[in-house]
């Protein structure tokens, strides 16, 4: 009968989470609760934009040109359709002109204008049976979502011989808003039912795997309370709830994994709850720790970029993850505390464990995790070769990034069947000119006619205009062209709005002098904004996510090479998912079966979100098997043996973790709108080229290639290490790794952590029944693996 370790060798942590579990969990609830009432209608107060920098020059323009000119800036167009008569017939234009007027007394409407008052060509169709009436709500995204609502009923639909669309920047980005809303509504009624199924699976216990769903909804309810404070401050992007609901998923079924599967393995071991929950805590719960702060750090580096469709990501994803790491180190071990032995109730798997167990062969490859055993023995004999292939394969995937093109979202991101998408594309498709489109040339100070004439005529000969409109002066009481301090003047480019020649267009015309200020806003404008403010700030992005990952690493392991290895390789994980995106989402390949509209290019802010996520969920799986590795090493002094016992170790739980987040994020990916589906789709592959590509052979055979060297630091960081490296436990005597014993508490330094007390083993310890692997499907969860030390260690 196995030895009943003792409660004395838990530490201050454990006894404050296990003291009163009840209560603890009581609590919980009620926090919960609150945070739902709190985060309630978060979504109402987001807004669906945040691509611009609000600090460029073209958001500056827009500003002004708002201020001084509403009608240039117009959000809202009504596309009138005649069908068959020209917008030219008496009775059309009766009834456009009726609408006109009752648009213009509307509350919160400015800047009216239509074909019929202006006889703008831009306005009519090149068929003659289409016009647009176009105008501009005021306010802010909640307000121009609210006036849209009440006015939209009232115009759309058959007027006599008319019929009316709705269309616009606003109506773009309200339908968008609501469509988010429900797909993710949707996508976590898909995910949840399939996560439990997957939990089970790999729990075997459907009590055990109800523990990882109840600390992802702590999360993420608690992380909509937390967002829902964030918008009484500053502008949230509706985007940010997607991100939300798959960290908040996948980081708690990472952690959650982790930790419950500790904590049966230190009960079929002997210990008694309390002392299991202690080992625990000081092995996987540390691990927990270290990971939720490196995907912290990726998250957090969005922060130093202006858009605030980039910093909400960044809100939302520190919450996420800081609520889900506290609730599977505070709730979790509490919950486990009350259910002891009983979490292993309900085992789905029990019949299929017997069948397993009848067969189970016997000799050194037996016991858990010998399908990754044997994977690691054959990368690192054909070393050379895996690193190679590998790394070939993934530069080859990411190929297609190096044709991106840069673009801004627009109603194409939308269904093919949304009332918005379709007015704008049959504006783009069969008028001159898009309304509220091209650029607008701000021009502030006092000037001449003559100089306004002549600016116009220099700026009309560039290369790649097709017209240019104006001066249009500020209409202020009693003020002549003399005396007028603001003017705009509108440039239709030839060819695309966001084209290559448009964005240079765009600093042709920023270059020009002229005897008064000028300033250049419209889409084009935007995107070489928003390009340049990413382009100014990523180095930065990329400097704080490597010298902070740089640094845990070492703090982790105490080696100089593997904080540089493990940079590199997650940086190569993402290549495939950067190709991808490119090869389907710009390329247009599979828009069919994937439902979605090619723009020919990739939104600007995007692949710097999915670099940060990619990259944060790389370096959760990266700790989980270094932490382990490194562990075997110390214990052992074999390199080669300790890489491979790593991954037999931990490979089917992190390519379990890896599936379940998968499955989540392709949830998030079945979204209607574009961006949406490429982050889920695309954030879902890199998760699976890590975790069954990068982990499982790059990793083993660049370990192998570089050998003990893998481990060397300098003697001060040697020293440095010691004093402030994270560890796992005590160092073991030279005696017990002569003798090849398992040591309790194994690992290195002294630094601290959130338990006391000896312990066996890291977080990921003999494998306990939880993961997938190559060559068994599931492994016993009361398991445990003995490891013998190559007699060339002995030596």
Not at 291 to 307: D, E, G, I, K, R
Not at 329 to 343: E, T, W
Not at 559 to 570: R, T
């Amino acid at each position: 009968m196995p030895e009943v370790k003792s409660p004395a060798s838990v530490g201050g942590w454990t006894r404050f989470v296990t003291a009163r579990p009840r209560l603890a969990l009581l609590a919980a609830l009620v926090i919960t609760v609150l945070a739902v009432f709190a985060g309630s209608g978060v979504a109402d107060r987001m807004g669906s934009g945040g691509w611009e920098d609000p600090d460029a020059e073209s958001t500056y323009t827009t500003q002004v040109l708002e201020r001084e000119f509403p009608a240039s800036q117009p959000n809202l167009l009504l596309l009138v359709d005649t069908k068959t008569a020209s917008v030219d017939d008496p009775a059309v234009a009766a009834e456009a002109a009726r609408l006109t007027e009752r648009l213009t007394a509307e509350k919160g409407i400015t800047g009216v204008g239509s074909y019929w008052r202006t006889r703008a060509p831009a306005l009519r169709s090149e068929d003659g049976h289409q016009a647009v009436i176009a105008a501009r709500i005021e306010g802010h995204d909640k307000e121009l979502g609210e006036t849209l609502d009440r006015v939209a009923p009232r115009y759309r639909g058959a007027h006599g011989p008319v019929t009316v669309s709705i269309g616009g920047p606003v109506a773009v980005r309200h339908e968008m808003q609501t469509i988010i809303q429900d797909d993710l509504l949707r996508a976590e009624m898909i995910a949840m039912p399939v996560t439990l199924v997957l939990l089970v699976m790999v729990f075997g216990s459907a009590i055990a795997a109800l523990l990882p769903l109840g600390v992802g909804i702590v999360a993420i309810l608690g992380t909509n309370a937390v967002l829902r404070g964030i918008t009484e401050f500053t502008d949230v992007s509706v985007f940010a709830q997607n991100l939300t609901t798959a960290l908040g998923l996948g980081l708690a079924i990472d952690y959650a994994l982790f930790i419950v599967r500790r904590f049966r393995e230190e009960l079929a071991a002997g210990a008694d709850p309390r002392s299991a929950i202690g080992i625990t805590l000081r092995t996987a719960g540390r691990t927990v720790l270290f990971s939720a702060l490196t995907v912290a750090v990726s998250l957090a580096a969005m922060m130093v970029f202006p858009q605030y469709f980039l910093r909400s990501f960044a809100y939302a994803g520190i919450a996420v993850v800081a609520l889900a790491a506290a609730a599977a180190l505070i709730l979790l071990p509490a919950a486990l505390m009350l259910l002891g032995p009983r979490v292993d109730a309900l085992d789905l798997r029990r019949l299929l464990r017997r069948r397993r167990d009848a067969t189970k062969p016997d000799g050194p490859n037996a016991g858990p995790g010998r399908g990754w055993g044997r994977l690691a023995a054959l990368v690192m004999r054909r070393a050379p070769v895996f690193a190679v292939a590998t790394t070939v394969g993934l530069v080859l995937l990411g190929l297609p990034f190096a044709g991106v093109n840069f673009g801004t979202a627009d109603d194409r991101q939308l269904p093919a069947s949304a009332e918005s998408h379709v007015v704008q594309q049959q504006i783009r498709d069969g008028f001159p000119g898009s309304p509220g489109g091209g650029l607008t040339v701000l021009a502030e100070g006092k000037a001449s006619p003559g100089q306004y004439a002549e600016y116009r005529d220099r700026i009309a000969a560039l290369p790649g205009v097709r017209r240019v409109e104006g001066p249009v002066m500020a209409e202020r009481a009693g003020a002549t062209p003399p005396d007028a301090t603001a003017a705009y003047f509108s440039v239709l480019p030839e060819g695309e709005s966001v084209g290559e020649d448009s964005q240079r267009l765009v600093k042709e015309l920023r270059a020009q002098s002229a005897p008064f200020d000028t300033s250049v806003t419209g889409t084009a404008a935007v995107l070489v904004d928003s390009k340049h403010a990413i382009g100014d700030r990523l180095p930065w992005a990329l400097g704080i996510i490597a010298v902070v990952t740089l640094l845990l690493v070492f703090l982790l392991t105490g080696s100089v090479l593997i904080p540089l290895q493990a940079v590199v390789l997650n940086a190569l994980s993402l290549t495939a998912m950067f190709g991808a995106v490119v090869w389907i989402f710009q390329d247009g390949h599979l828009s069919g079966p994937l439902s979605f509209t090619s723009t020919g290019d990739i939104e600007t802010t995007l692949p710097v979100l999915m670099f940060c996520v990619a990259f944060g969920l790389s370096m959760d799986y990266g700790v989980f098997l270094l932490s382990r590795i490194k562990e075997e090493y110390d214990r052992t002094g074999d390199h080669e043996h300790a890489v491979t016992y790593g991954l037999r170790h931990t490979g089917g739980l992190i390519t379990a973790a890896a599936v379940i987040l998968a499955m989540v994020m392709v949830a998030i990916g079945t979204s209607r709108v574009t961006n949406t589906k490429m982050l889920g789709l695309g954030i879902a592959l890199a998760v699976l080229m890590d975790a069954m590509v990068v982990r499982s052979l790059l990793v083993p055979s660049v370990m192998k290639l570089m050998g003990r060297a893998t481990w060397w630091a300098p003697a001060p960081l040697r020293a440095f290490h010691r004093k402030f490296g994270l560890s796992e436990g005590e160092s073991p005597s030279p005696q017990d790794r002569a003798r090849g014993e398992r040591i309790p508490g194994a690992g290195s330094g002294s630094g601290p952590g959130l338990g006391a007390g000896p312990g066996p083993g890291s977080d990921s310890g003999p494998e306990a029944g939880q993961g997938l692997s190559p060559g068994a499907a599931s492994v016993d969860a009361s398991s445990e693996a003995e490891v013998t030390v190559p007699e060339s260690s002995k030596r």
